[in-house]
Nanobody, 130 residues
Framework: QVQLVESGGGSVQAGGSLRLSCAVAGIYYSRYCMAWFRQAAGKEREGVASIDKFSDVTKYTNSVKGRFTISQDKVKNTLYLQMNSLTVEDSGMYYC???????????????????????WGKGTLVTISP
């Protein structure tokens, strides 16, 4: 049974930092796509960052480039999202997702709204205050 469990969300002031973690269990493939998504209240879900499990190739949506870093610990089977220079617009529910039908993450993961992935976590809330 695949489980993705996010943690690390919270409330910080604008300009601050947070690191999200996603513990991945039940996936035994060496090549698949992992990503972080977010959804703000009243808005559609957007892909924030993706990483190829095998090659560590990363992609980011334009609004977070230079501020967010996606990474993984292959030993701990954990996905991370380091978020710096946070703004109010970064607030929302953040979801970890994985898709074993994708050997690599296509650009659409971070360019299309509501991109579908096979497995999802329940999310962790990020609130940025002015």
């Amino acid at each position: 049974q695949v489980q993705l469990v996010e943690s690390g969300g919270g409330s910080v002031q604008a300009g601050g930092s947070l690191r999200l973690s996603c513990a991945v269990a039940g996936i035994y493939y060496s090549r698949y796509c992992m990503a972080w998504f977010r959804q703000a209240a009243g808005k559609e879900r957007e892909g924030v960052a993706s990483i190829d499990k095998f090659s560590d190739v990363t992609k980011y949506t334009n609004s977070v480039k230079g501020r967010f870093t996606i990474s993984q610990d292959k030993v701990k089977n954990t996905l991370y999202l380091q978020m710096n220079s946070l703004t109010v617009e970064d607030s929302g529910m953040y979801y970890c997702a994985a898709d074993t039908s994708l050997w690599t993450c296509p650009p659409q993961v971070v360019t299309e709204l509501n991109y579908g992935m096979r497995y999802w976590g329940k999310g962790t809330l990020v609130t940025i205050s002015p």
